[in-house]
């Protein structure tokens, strides 16, 4: 009887999650897809985009906070994001990795370099918004520092640094900048654009990577230092697009953007708490620029929604979904695959040290790495991806405990059942198998658990879950909403795994 239950329960969990994963997998793109980076403006500018097509009647998707630079132009190259907003310095120094020549070229001549990628640059909107380093006003008076120049004098050499993971990889980052301006400052870890503003003002760190539009320059009293050097290129907002994207119905956003009228949406976003999607309504409203002078005048945070609100906002249902569909599709697959792997490395002891590598490897691989590998790999971004990578992070425990399982199996309970007749097949059916569902469960929980937090991750390519509420919060610096996609993440991680200690206590109770 119990090992009826045992193959009962495997199979309908395999069966019901594979289900869940089809259902995902059969969802249908919208006609354009308009992606956006993982900072304010990008946000805003993407729903501009969005907002825009949407209003001449063409369908139009939006995936938020698509990673970095690198994931983008992955998204790009093969399809799965069709326009999105970028600056003509990144696209020279990162994207086409020209560090020589004209770093300011005409968009002619931008669009000559971007032809043999089947990419172009249209629509420039109207505004630059360039690099910059930036430390605290009174920071930087005492020290006497007014240019980056001034970062090479003696008593700058202890500054702290607080500077973006991108910006410390970019082309046109930290690593050049430090050779052209010979700079020889402490290495720091990374941190997010979004939280380096809080962390500089409350003078953790001294100095940080902004970009010139950002809202909270003025607000928080910076000291935007000097390129005596002229190191960083022009960075003037355009759309880069697949060069089969028709720009027709885009062309009424060019030249429309002033550079204080994204000041301004920026503060409506970061300081007012309103959402990108009311922020670009309002701009193509033509409200945005009465609300520059209102949002001037508010005080951070002043129409934040609470965390309660945050957490119980209209989204929570569909990205509820969009999470279990993640965790348990991709579980599916990693217990349809792992148990297999995991009788294998038993039953044949000489490849147990390779296949347990391997899903060791596996799992030490970083995600955004993976996600950026398979959007190149697959060709689009979203669900496919994403369930691959978890599928990946959740063999391991799957695999290690279905091998240890049946190593805990006493051999003489397998002679025994062999001696009254069993095949090999049968008793491992029968008898082992049974005796090793408490260990290969446990494997399956860990991976499950795991999977609930590593799914958020999965937001840096589209593919919704509750890590859209965190990445979004973290870009406008958000605490209410990042803890919107966080607690109910961790509660669901608790429910599962409730759900499976009872299904344990069910099984053994049937033996």
């Known amino acids: 009887m119990f090992s009826s239950a045992c193959a009962c329960f495997l199979a309908r969990s395999t069966i019901l999650c594979g289900l869940l994963f089809g259902l995902l997998a059969h969802s249908v793109a919208a ?23 949407a209003a001449q009647g063409i369908a139009a998707d939006h995936r938020q906070g698509l990673g970095n ?52 640059a249209a629509v420039p909107l109207g505004f630059n918004n360039t690099y910059a ?26 500054l702290r640094l607080g500077l973006s993971h991108e910006f410390m990889e970019r082309g046109d980052g930290w690593p050049a900048l430090t050779v ?4 020889a400052l402490p290495p720091a870890p990374g941190l997010d654009h979004g939280l380096a503003y809080d962390a500089v003002r409350a003078g953790k760190i001294d100095l940080i990577d902004i970009y010139s539009t950002d809202a909270k320059v003025g607000r928080y009293q910076l000291r935007v230092l000097i390129d005596d050097l002229g190191f960083f290129p022009k960075y003037d907002a355009v759309l ?15 030249g429309r953007i002033s550079a204080d ?51 119980f906002a209209p989204d929570l249902a569909r990205l509820s979904v969009q999470h279990l569909l993640l965790v348990f599709g991709s ?21 147990a040290g390779w296949v347990l590598g391997v899903v060791a490897v596996l799992q030490t691989v970083p995600s955004l790495a993976l996600l950026a590998f398979l959007i190149a790999l697959l060709g689009s971004i979203g669900l496919l991806p994403a369930l691959i990578a978890l599928f990946l992070y959740a063999l391991l425990p799957i695999v290690r405990n279905t091998h240890a399982g049946l190593r805990s ?63 979004a919060g973290l870009a406008v610096n958000d605490t209410a909403a990042m803890l919107a996609g966080a607690v109910p993440s961790a509660v669901l991680a608790l429910l599962v795994q409730g759900g499976f200690d009872a299904v344990e206590r069910w099984l053994v109770r049937s033996r």
């Open 261 to 311: 009228a994204m000041i301004a949406m920026n503060a409506q976003a970061e300081l007012d708490g309103r959402s990108f999607a009311e922020v670009a309504k309002g701009f193509l409203d033509g409200s945005a620029a009465g609300a520059a002078s209102s949002t001037a005048a508010a005080q951070p945070g002043s129409s934040r929604q609470t965390f309660l609100q945050r957490l």
């Open 409 to 471: 199996v006493p051999d003489g309970l397998a002679q025994a059942a062999l001696s009254l007749g069993l095949t090999p097949r049968q008793c491992l059916r029968e008898v082992q198998l049974p005796l090793a569902l408490p260990t290969l469960l446990a494997g399956v929980k860990t991976a499950a658990v795991i999977n609930v937090g590593t799914a958020t991750v999965a937001a840096f390519i589209g593919a919704g879950g509750y890590g859209e509420r965190i990445v």
């Open 69 to 120: 630079t690198g994931i983008l132009e992955q998204a790009l190259a093969s399809g799965a994001v069709d326009v999105y907003p970028e600056y003509t310095g990144t696209i020279v120094r990162e994207l086409l990795k020209r560090s020589d020549g004209n770093p300011n070229p005409s968009l002619a001549e931008l669009n000559e370099w971007l032809a043999p990628r089947g990419l172009k």
């Open 331 to 351: 579980l599916a697959v990693a217990i349809a695959v792992g148990v297999p792997l995991g009788i294998a490395a038993w039953r044949w002891q000489r490849s």
């Open 31 to 53: 006609p354009v897809v308009v992606g956006s980076k993982r900072f304010t403006e990008s946000y805003i500018l993407g729903e501009i985009v969005r907002q825009t097509l």
């Open 180 to 183: 052209v301006y010979k700079l």
């Open 240 to 254: 880069l697009m697949r060069a089969a994207v028709d720009v027709r119905p885009l062309a009424r956003l060019e």
């Open 133 to 158: 380093l930036a430390m605290l006003e009174s920071r930087a008076a005492a020290l006497g520092i007014t240019r980056i120049s001034d970062l090479r004098a003696p008593n700058a050499q202890t």
